[in-house]
């Protein structure tokens, strides 16, 4: 956050600003996904799995490499925080890194990358039903990797001590840990920044902070997946429900949300599964 500048602006000051931007990480090298493909390969799938996430909650469902998912508002607004790990754990989820690549919200053609040094897609997204939303004009927009997920730590800190228990990192921790009979301690080591499901986000363009707003999710909408690798997947359902109001609280209502994993009758034409990256990891020694 910008406080008042102390220092005197220099002659040129305005010359600097006007510069225009460059994006860091120019994708059109990037390998694209063929969407056309993969939605060609729903024709015909059978789902194999439905998982619930209770309201305030988590839960963990296994998706195969090749195979979709889809997490689906049910009931009421509702937004959630993903997880995604290598069916093995050895990956995780680098939302830092993918918003480099891809901006701060995701939607059809994105992929979630593994951290280094494997920094390989782990999923695609092949549908967004939300994908009409756009930017508004605060800035805000949908599926956001800006945020990081709600936590007891954050809410201790900010609460002058305060104690809540289903923020959506303890439930990512307690679901995953039954997930993998992990101790708490254990599977807490492996939960990592999200993916905002739904949740609708962005900075304040005066100060910079990160703000949420009453995501426009209706039951029906959905997000749908395609699994580039094995994968565990670990959904919460946020107790900020909508998150129009606050979070780490029981005071929103909230809802549960749907994943179903879907196997389709043959994988998308041309579909390889994505190698590890190139990178001979010497570090110039
Ligand atoms: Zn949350």
Redesign the pocket.
């Known amino acids: 956050m910008k406080p008042t500048p102390d220092h005197a602006a220099p002659a040129d000051a305005e010359a600097r600003r006007a510069i225009p931007p460059v994006i860091c990480y120019p994708v059109e090298t990037l390998p694209r996904p063929d969407l056309a493909a993969y939605r060609a390969a729903r024709a015909g799938w059978q789902k194999v799995g439905e998982t619930r996430v209770p309201a305030r909650d988590a839960a963990a469902f296994e998706v195969p490499a090749g195979h979709f998912f889809r997490i689906t508002s049910i009931e009421g607004p509702q937004v959630g ?1 993903l997880n995604l790990f290598s069916a093995d754990l050895s990956e995780r989820f680098y939302s830092g890194k993918t918003r480099a690549l891809h901006g701060t919200h995701l939607s059809t053609g994105d992929r979630m990358w593994s951290g280094f040094p494997t920094l390989r897609p782990m999923a695609t997204i092949t549908e967004d039903t939300l994908d009409w939303y756009g930017f508004d004009a605060f800035g805000g927009s949908v599926h956001d990797v800006i945020g990081t ?2 936590d007891p730590y954050t809410h201790c800190l900010l609460s002058e001590g305060g104690q809540y228990h289903l ?2 990192h303890s439930n990512l921790t307690r679901a995953l840990a039954a997930a993998r009979g992990l101790s708490l301690s254990a599977a807490e080591a492996l939960v990592h920044d999200v993916l905002n499901v739904f949740m609708c986000t962005g900075f304040t363009r005066d100060t910079g902070q990160y703000f949420m707003k009453a995501s426009p999710v209706r039951p029906g909408d959905f997000l749908e997946f395609f699994a580039e690798i094995d994968l565990l997947g670990v959904l ?1 359902a ?3 429900g909508d998150c129009s109001a606050e ?1 780490s609280s029981d005071a929103a209502a909230c809802h549960p949300l749907l994943v179903e994993v879907y196997r389709p009758v043959a994988p998308p034409a041309g579909w390889v599964a994505p190698a590890v990256n190139g990178y001979d990891r010497s570090h110039g020694r």
């Open positions: 925080d997920r709600c923020c959506c919460s946020c107790p900020g979070h």
